[in-house]
């Protein structure tokens, strides 16, 4: 039999501790899959006494993550610290400097280093993979990266976050404000004290770049992705959404255009019928628009323990089969020095449907401004429908540019739905509306999306 393959494990929390579990109780099964053992050899965590539910007594220890890198009693080191920088970087490095493996599901490491590393990779004749990164369990990476070799990727987009996702579904379902939400998340541990990393988009976006560089060949891009989170989303637009036959999803969208490349991130309305608008709960689904393959879409656990300990020892079995001295894919595809740059698209000239919410005064000639500035600007309307009420406006004040506070017996919310237009057209027709003096509270803005 092959010598075993020596892993080095940095990070013992909630999924260092799954893949250790899992290496232990599938021992015989990797050996048969790989042809080889695939060994846990060496740890670092800061607490040695805890209970991790697994034996690590024959695990050599590590209190510093770049030594552990550093030895010659690895030939793997896994990355499960987090973080951008530090001591995560300065580990992933080391090691592939010291010609070792590595495996990581730090997608903040990878959206800000992840050309660098893999060129890094490429130098020293060692394997990058990073399936955990993106969407926990489901095989994205794999797929992208080899799977769809010889097409041409048009739009990969899907929902990435389950905190966010999670959100979404207990607000419609069981008609459960925003706020409610999050803090029940918060007690279950799908959202952390402070949420805004998933709430605001930020790990989706990071987790969009990877895949934006791998469906288009071009350089990571994290900082030009536009992005929304799910902060502002209303009950009513929860309601509005499902009575127009909508589901609202935190989407990253990413798609190729005429001017370049398309990166976004937002509160998207999504047809009931859909794939996509089914999946609920902290599940993720990611789909691919391709020429050949058409239309592919995984959806799968996106996060915990055993999912994101799944795509980990994936990677790591992908590893033990790889041939010492042959040439190994690209991580992030393509070579690096031959990753185009990247080429920003500008987010005005998005094209699609919208769905607008705006509380207005009732007075006359309010809705006919509405519908006159629309038809300047040369958008269609698929439906316009007033309520009596407004869904939790946001209270306008000195900061806030859509005019002054007003105090009004009768506010009437205006929802309108658009055919296909431009994001220019909709952001220039609100503002004449808004330089009218209609609005009570700044208008919400949401994109309906052709989704699978």
């Not at 506070?405 to 919310?413: H, Q, V």
Request: glycine share 10%; proline share 5%; charged share 20%.
């Amino acid at each position: 039999m092959s010598e075993s393959l020596r892993v080095g494990l940095a990070g013992l929390g909630t999924v260092g501790a799954s893949v250790a579990r899992a290496l232990a109780a599938k021992a015989d099964e990797l050996t048969a899959q790989c042809g080889r053992p695939i060994e846990l050899t060496a740890v670092c965590a800061r607490n040695r006494d805890q209970d991790r539910g697994v034996d690590l007594s024959q695990a050599q220890w590590f209190d510093d993550p770049v030594a552990l890198a550093r030895s010659n009693q690895i030939d793997v080191f896994v990355e499960l610290i987090g973080g951008e920088d530090g001591v995560a970087l300065d580990g992933v490095a080391t090691a592939l400097e010291a010609g070792r493996h590595v495996v990581t599901a730090n997608k903040a490491l990878l959206a800000k280093h992840g050309v660098g590393l893999a060129g890094r990779a490429e130098k020293a004749g060692v394997i990058l993979n990073f399936e955990a990164a993106v969407a926990g369990g489901i095989p994205i990476i794999k797929t992208m990266r080899e799977s769809l070799s010889g097409n041409a990727v048009s739009r990969v987009y899907g929902i990435m976050n389950g905190t966010a996702n999670y959100i979404l579904t207990r607000m419609e379902r069981d008609g459960i404000s925003f706020a409610d939400c999050l803090a029940d998340a918060q007690r279950l541990g799908y959202a952390e004290a402070d949420p805004t990393f998933d709430i605001e988009g930020h790990d989706t976006a990071h987790k969009l770049a990877i895949l934006t560089s791998l469906a288009f060949g071009t350089q990571i891009a994290a900082d030009d992705i536009y992005m929304e989170g799910i902060s502002n989303i209303a009950l009513g637009d929860i309601e509005a959404a499902r009575e127009l036959g909508y589901r609202i999803k935190l989407l990253g969208v990413a798609q190729r255009t005429p001017e370049g490349i398309e990166q976004r991130v937002h509160p998207t309305m999504v047809p009931l019928g859909s794939v996509i608008a089914q999946v609920e709960g902290v599940t993720n689904a990611v789909a691919v628009e391709a020429d050949i393959v058409g239309t592919l879409l995984m959806s799968g656990p996106g996060a915990g323990g055993d999912a994101t300990a799944s795509a980990v020892i994936g990677d790591l079995a992908d590893i033990a089969k790889s041939q010492p001295g042959r040439q190994q894919a690209p991580a992030l595809g393509r070579p690096a020095d031959r990753l185009q740059p990247y080429k920003r698209a500008r987010m005005r000239a998005h094209e699609g449907g919208y769905f607008v919410r705006m509380t207005v005064h009732d007075r006359p000639g309010v809705f006919a401004d509405i519908a006159r500035h629309m038809a300047d600007q040369g958008i269609s309307l698929e439906s316009i429908v007033q309520h009596g009420a407004a869904p939790h406006p946001v209270p306008m004040g000195p900061d806030n540019p859509y005019g002054e506070d007003e105090e009004t017996p009768s506010p009437k919310t205006v929802i309108l739905t658009t055919h296909e237009t431009t994001e220019r057209a909709v952001r220039d027709a609100i503002a004449q509306i808004v330089e009218d003096g209609h609005l009570i509270s700044r208008p919400q803005v949401i994109r309906i999306e052709r989704a699978g």
